[in-house]
């Protein structure tokens, strides 16, 4: 496909640029001409910060930003001249969200004059104008992700649909790696729901342009004008996504929630407590579920081709202008964020680099329904500082990387129940001296220890019993699945963990448990807590009174985990380790930081994994852990009484 000929009628818009083209481009060029542009503060990670003060402000030195090229996203969308949406909010963005990790390029598609009061004019550009930015972009830039916002022709969406085709070839002949991510927000209809775009150009856009995206991201009216139906039920939701998905060609699409559904609206189905929240409902297909999961046979709770419900805050405001555009981009920029670094993995593998502290598991561990929940808290977070900047709404601010338990998303596991009750809860041994509680009415909050000691076996668990200092320990079973087995484990370790007063937790095998009697505590894998769910397990645990901790290694589990309301949240591993087969990159102290600002304060954070010693205890204290679960620093310890006591000191 080359680039087209622009017609002779359209010389007299482009003389002008003729003349300018080439002093633009040799300004551009000169290095005493560069631009400079300051990134505020406010938009940087903590991580990115330090390293800017420790190398006095020479920013050539920076690992994330300049040792490794950003990753490129293209935003092909409309102009909106207020700056509040399409292009504008979209490279906004890429550059917040991403602190500098992502470089946004644009082609247009309309422009438009408005301002926060409404459109008073559009005027589309001609195809071939579109196609020789897209050209131009496309043979200096290649995109690691595109981002496509209104399509207001069949023409455009014509040429856009075989473009996209090509990128996404030319990316697979380089590798899986090299694909981009396609997010589309089908701009159909407005806010306040008039139509944009006419009947024809929504079928051009269905048949060229929904086949070659990853991603649609349809509002609730523009769901129902793909759909020709109306959706009043959460059920219908459902169906609706699942016929989008299997007959209109994209591998998944996003409903978003930011409009009511009528029968919450006129006080029936879920009731008046679903005005509380915004849901937006994913349903992916297997191959966009399959990837980046860590055991590929098991089910998980964010397991995209499940469908999954995100539930945030709802904010009663009307300086929502931007939210479906900044979703869109956000959901792409999280994705770019990820592959980056798998990349940059990649890279370092194939020249047999050790991994450093660039290498972040939560980040390489970033796909698609992770970058929801990413896109959907930092959408949140925009629209929660948003603020009337002219005479109409205002626009979604842009905010920086998520950093708030307010605003992150959590996975419903019922998109109609909206009282959950928490797990037995737990508060760190740090805030002993507080005189907040934290309990409800069937159980007051209980301390959690400092150090969790992990054993595999009744030997190794009475001489941890016998050394002071321990107020929890975790048995798992690693050589059996017989069920009589390891209840008989169990009953004796509960006998062992009386006498000594410590609290006794099971690893993954809840029922026997419960059976068992007398156990503290349960602690559950993501996949574990799947088939827990399915088993209607989470009740028989709540019921029994068991408290619940569950493992957490990406932001898609999360936001699963934060959906069940347990009594601690673990994420690992922290360091390397070779306890056992470990399906994650090492976390890092950065992700740990995030881990702690994104869970609320009332939920106590435990680490796990590589944690050897006092000295790398305290680093995660330090970073915001309230309690580390170990193994070999206790088990393998020469003196196991000193171990823990220093252990205990470094946590305090």
């Not at 070659?212 to 959460?234: C, M, S, W, Y």
């Not at 009511?260 to 009731?271: A, P």
Request: aromatic share 6%; with cysteine.
């Amino acid at each position: 496909m080359t680039p087209p000929p622009l017609h002779t009628n359209h010389l007299n818009r482009i003389h002008l640029s003729t003349l300018l083209l080439p002093l633009l481009n040799f300004f551009l060029l000169q290095p005493s001409f560069a631009f400079f542009c300051p990134t505020p503060s406010s938009l940087l990670s903590p991580s990115t910060t330090l390293s800017m003060m420790s190398t006095n402000n020479n920013n050539h030195h920076h690992p994330n930003i300049h040792l490794h090229p950003p990753a490129i996203i293209y935003t092909i969308a409309g102009s909106d001249s207020g700056g509040g949406a399409g292009i504008q909010a979209d490279l906004h963005t890429i550059h917040s969200l991403s602190s500098g990790t992502c470089h946004g390029c644009s082609a247009v598609t309309c422009l438009t004059a408005q301002n926060s009061r409404g459109v008073t004019d559009v005027h589309v550009p001609p195809r071939e104008f579109l196609m020789r930015q897209l050209f131009a972009l496309r043979e200096d830039l290649p995109p690691l992700a595109v981002k496509v916002g209104m399509v207001p022709t069949v023409e455009l969406a014509m040429e856009l649909g075989q473009w996209l085709s090509e990128v996404r070839m030319d990316g697979a002949a380089g590798g899986d790696e090299s694909v981009p991510l396609v997010v589309v927000d089908p701009v159909m209809i407005s806010t306040s729901g008039h139509k944009l775009v006419d009947a024809p150009a929504k079928e051009a856009m269905i048949r060229f342009v929904f086949p070659q995206a990853d991603l649609i991201t349809p509002n609730k009216f523009e769901a129902e004008e793909l759909l020709g139906r109306k959706l009043v039920t959460t059920r219908d939701v459902e169906e609706g996504a699942r016929e989008i998905l299997e007959g209109m060609g994209p591998k998944a699409v996003l409903i978003k929630g930011g409009h009511l559904l009528e029968e919450e609206e006129s006080g029936g189905g879920s009731g008046l407590t679903a005005r509380e929240y915004a849901q937006d409902y994913l349903l992916t297909n297997l191959d966009v579920s399959l990837a980046g999961k860590p055991v590929k046979d098991q089910a998980r709770l964010c397991d995209g081709s499940r469908g999954v419900w995100l539930r945030s805050k709802r904010y009663d405001t009307i300086h929502t202008h931007g939210t479906g555009c900044t979703l869109s981009s956000a959901i792409a920029t999280a994705w770019a964020m990820g592959q980056r670094q798998r990349n940059i993995s990649l890279m370092k593998r194939a020249e047999e680099e050790k991994s450093d502290q660039t290498d972040i598991g939560a980040l390489h561990s970033m796909y698609l329904v992770d970058a929801c929940c990413i896109a959907k808290a930092y959408v949140n977070a925009g629209i929660a500082h948003a603020v009337q900047i002219g005479q109409g709404p205002g626009p979604v601010t842009h905010t920086g990387f998520p950093n708030s338990s307010q605003n992150f998303p959590i996975l419903a596991l019922s998109p109609d129940s909206f009282s959950m009750p928490s797990f037995r809860p737990m508060r760190p041994y740090q805030t002993i001296s507080s005189s907040s509680n934290n309990g409800n009415d069937n159980h007051p909050a209980v301390t959690l220890g400092r150090i969790l000691p992990i054993v595999d076996t009744i030997d190794l668990l009475q001489k941890v019993l016998a050394t002071d200092g321990i107020q929890d320990i975790q048995l798992r079973f690693k050589d059996t699945t017989d069920y009589a087995t390891i209840l008989d484990r169990i009953q004796q370790a509960q006998t062992l963990c009386q006498s000594k007063s410590v609290r006794l937790w099971i690893n993954d095998h809840w029922n026997a448990a419960i059976q068992a009697g007398g156990c503290f505590g349960i602690h559950l894998g993501q996949e574990d807590l799947a088939s827990c769910v399915a088993a209607n397990g989470l009740d028989a645990i709540r019921t029994a009174g068991l408290a619940l901790g569950l493992s957490t290694h990406s932001y898609a589990e999360l936001a699963a985990a934060l959906g069940v309301r347990p009594s601690y949240i673990s994420l690992g591993p922290i360091f390397p380790t070779s306890s056992k087969d470990v399906k994650f990159d090492p976390q890092g102290l950065e992700t740990v930081r995030q881990w702690r600002r994104l869970i609320p304060p009332e939920i106590p954070l435990v680490g796990i994994g590589g944690i050897g010693d006092e000295v790398a205890a305290k680093a995660v204290r330090d970073a915001g852990v309230e309690c580390v679960a170990v193994i070999g620093a206790v088990t393998k310890a020469d003196d196991m009484g000193l171990a823990v006591m220093k252990l205990n000191e470094a946590m305090s």
